[in-house]
Each structure stands twice: as structure tokens, then as C-alpha cells.
């Protein structure tokens, strides 16, 4: 059997749709329809119930589909890995990111990444924490970026970075003439914050209630970005990522001031799904990231980061 047929067929049940797997392999949405059906006519059994809206898999396409699944992921690296021999890399890699790591950031490295390997194929999606999540473990994306990452049955962690959390304020607030801030003093503050909802505002929170501190939270976002509109018009003060604020206050539009009595980090996590093989692609953009960590925090001006080698991502 034609492995493309398989690749429809998988992606079908991953888009949940015939017509985005279509366009995803560049066909008509009936010839993506006619390749299952002759699938399903080979097999002699239904894969997918059409009569339900939307379709639902018998018991034995999620058999299918979950072998079929493995079988192509194991294809799919193997071709990485013959591309690979090649002197110029050739595969792809999708990665998935919460907001705040940073465009400007992550796009230094897609282009170091590229630089080094033009040929190779890169994808950036920006997601909310909790699809980031579900686009690893769908296999819609090869790895995420997320701030407090959780071992799941489905999902493994890489230690990436920790960033150091500050406060951070309006160049006229009283406390941007502060060379540093006793946490004690922030209790009533009027703050601005992440959702309740967000584990980085559980995190603080509970950071601060262990120092007797509770801010006056007068707005709250999803999002870094729009806390950072919010402090530069002088809502209120926030603790926030001390590399998500630094191109703001070179600018002079926001002030960082260190905190005094606490120590406050946000961890950051590269995940990936446990038991998937990843083609050398992905594992040399994981390297990529690790060892860019390590230059970005050492090695001054512009000067590149070591070459990685190609590794062996655990399974």
C-alpha cells in the first residue's frame, strides 16, 4: 500500500476533517475521500462512521489509525535520517510556542537555525499555554515551548531555561528611582497580572502569600504583551520575565527593578511526545535552543553559538 495513502488517512483523523487533510496534501477533497474509501475497501471494514457529524472512528480505525500513526512517524524519520546524510539538512520541524518566549527571540534562532541549514524547513506557531500542550500530543506539531511545564503520561519535558522575574513599572512610578524592592513593600500595590487561570499567577501568587504579600489586582491579561501596555500607561506595577521586558526598558518605556527578600524565576520547558521518534531535524533545533541559551547569557556582540552536533533525543 501507497505510504501516501496512509499520510491522508492519518491526517484526516488528526485535522478531523477530509478537507483540510486535502488541502494539507495538496488535493481535492473528493480524491481525499475516494483514497480512504478505497482503504476501507481493501481492509474490508469501516474506518470511519460518515453517518455522524462530525465523523467518529469505528473501534477499528482507531486501531488503524493509532498503528498507522507509528508506522508513519517511523517513515517519516527514516527519510529525515537518509536527508540527513545529505551535506545540507532537508527535513522540517513544526515547533509550538506560548507568546511570551518572543518573536524576536525565537526568530534569532530560526535564522541561525536556518543559516546553518538553508534547506531545512522550520515552522513558528504562536499558541495559548494549553494548545500548545494538545498540538504536542495530536502530533500537529513536533515540539512546544511553555513556562511551567508538566510531565504528562504523554508528555516529556527538556529543561530549556529559568528567566528571573522583576518588577516592573512606568518610568514615573514611584518605584522606577528604586535600585531594588523589599517584596514586603509591594502588599496593596496596584498590580497588573496574568488570568487567575494561568499557572505563572498561581506561581506568583503563591510566592507572595509565603511573604505575607497580597497586590491590589486591578487588571489582568492572558497575554505578557498586553501587560506591558497596560504598566506603560501606568495601571499599575507587574513582575514579570526579566527577558520579556528588555527591549521596553532599553527603550525607556518601562523601568525593571530587582526584588529584594524573594526569588522569583520562571522555568521554561521544551516538551515533546513520549515514546515519538524525532527526525534529526527537530533534535538539532532542540541542540540549537540549549546551547543558544548558554551563548545568550556568555558570549557578547553577535558572535555565533557553537555548532551542535547531531544528538540523540531519549525516547
Known amino acids: 500500500m501507497h505510504i501516501k495513502t496512509i499520510q491522508v488517512f492519518c491526517d484526516v483523523v488528526r485535522r478531523r476533517s477530509f478537507s483540510k487533510a486535502a488541502a494539507d496534501n495538496g488535493m481535492s477533497q473528493s480524491a481525499a475521500s475516494q483514497m480512504v474509501h478505497q482503504l476501507e475497501q481493501r481492509l474490508g471494514v469501516k474506518l470511519i462512521d460518515r453517518s455522524k457529524r462530525p465523523f467518529v472512528l469505528t473501534p477499528e480505525g482507531k486501531l488503524y489509525y493509532e498503528e498507522s500513526r507509528l508506522l508513519l512517524e517511523k517513515y517519516l524519520a527514516l527519510e529525515d535520517r537518509v536527508r540527513g546524510l545529505k551535506a545540507a539538512l532537508q527535513g522540517r520541524v513544526h515547533v509550538v510556542s506560548i507568546y511570551s518566549v518572543g518573536l524576536h527571540h525565537m526568530n534569532r534562532y530560526i535564522q541561525q537555525f536556518l543559516a546553518r541549514y538553508p534547506k531545512a524547513n522550520v515552522r513558528l506557531e504562536y499558541l495559548h499555554p494549553d494548545r500548545v500542550y494538545r498540538s504536542v500530543q495530536r502530533d500537529t506539531a513536533d515540539l512546544g515551548l511553555v513556562s511551567y511545564p508538566r510531565q504528562l503520561r504523554s508528555i516529556r519535558v527538556i529543561p530549556w531555561r529559568n528567566e528571573p522575574m522583576v518588577l516592573v513599572c512606568a518610568p514615573e512610578h514611584p518605584f522606577a528611582a528604586r535600585e531594588s524592592i523589599p517584596v514586603e513593600e509591594l502588599d496593596g500595590a496596584k498590580a497588573v497580572t496574568f488570568d487567575r487561570n494561568l499557572r505563572i499567577r498561581r506561581e ?112
Open 204 to 315: 506568583l501568587d503563591r510566592q507572595l502569600h509565603r511573604h505575607g504579600v497580597e497586590l491590589d489586582v486591578v487588571m489582568e491579561f492572558d497575554n505578557i504583551e498586553t501587560i506591558k501596555r497596560a504598566i506603560e500607561i501606568d495601571a499599575g506595577v507587574g513582575i514579570l520575565p526579566e527577558p520579556t521586558v528588555a527591549r521596553e526598558v532599553a527603550t525607556g518605556s518601562l523601568r525593571a527593578v530587582p526584588l529584594q527578600g524573594v526569588e522569583l524565576v520562571r522555568p521554561i520547558g521544551i516538551i515533546v511526545r513520549r515514546n515519538r521518534e524525532l527526525g534529526p531535524t527537530a533534535q538539532l533545533f532542540i541542540e540549537l535552543l540549549k546551547q543558544g541559551q548558554c551563548w545568550e547569557e556568555s558570549a557578547p556582540g553577535n558572535r555565533a553559538p557553537p555548532q551542535p552536533s547531531v544528538p540523540t533525543v531519549p525516547r
